[in-house]
């Protein structure tokens, strides 16, 4: 499962959990390969150790690197932006290109949709309106 991702590193944070409390996580940085994707994922204390951790990592470092394969895809940005309840949210910003390469949108996703068929239907999207665009 290694394979397709390299821990990067992390670092500690707190994450609101209601009612005024907090607990402990780390935020974790790790590489899809062989896509070369980077991503940032915060992971609760009790799944960071090698065996959780690793499957977090995996599954999320495939589905990435799958992505990465879409036609038109040029760029995959996964990152935290916080609620406004103040707790951790993670982000996908895809930046798609148009089949000539003369033009380019960043466009978001749910975080989920990496892992199924709404990534590529949001890119598939954004590159035929991008190729109409420039077949007007």
């Keep these: 499962m290694a ?10 944070s707190e994450e609101i959990i209601g009612g005024g409390k907090t607990q402990p996580i780390r935020i974790v940085s790790a590489r899809a390969q062989p896509s ?15 065996g959780p951790l690793g499957i977090i990592l995996g599954t999320v470092a495939d589905a ?28 996908v910003a895809v930046t798609v290109v148009s089949t000539s390469g003369n033009s380019d949108e960043t466009i978001q996703v749910p975080y989920g949709a990496i892992f199924d068929h709404r990534f590529a239907d949001a890119v598939k999207a954004a590159r035929a309106n991008m190729d109409a665009l420039e077949g007007l």
């Design 36 to 50: 070369g994707v980077m991503f940032t994922l915060p992971v609760a204390l009790a799944d960071f150790e090698p």
């Design 64 to 91: 990435l690197n799958k992505d990465a394969d879409e036609p038109g895809v040029d760029d995959i940005n996964v990152y935290q932006d916080v609620s406004p309840s103040g707790q951790f949210v993670n982000k």
């Design 3 to 12: 394979d397709s991702f390299d821990y990067l590193g992390a670092t500690g």
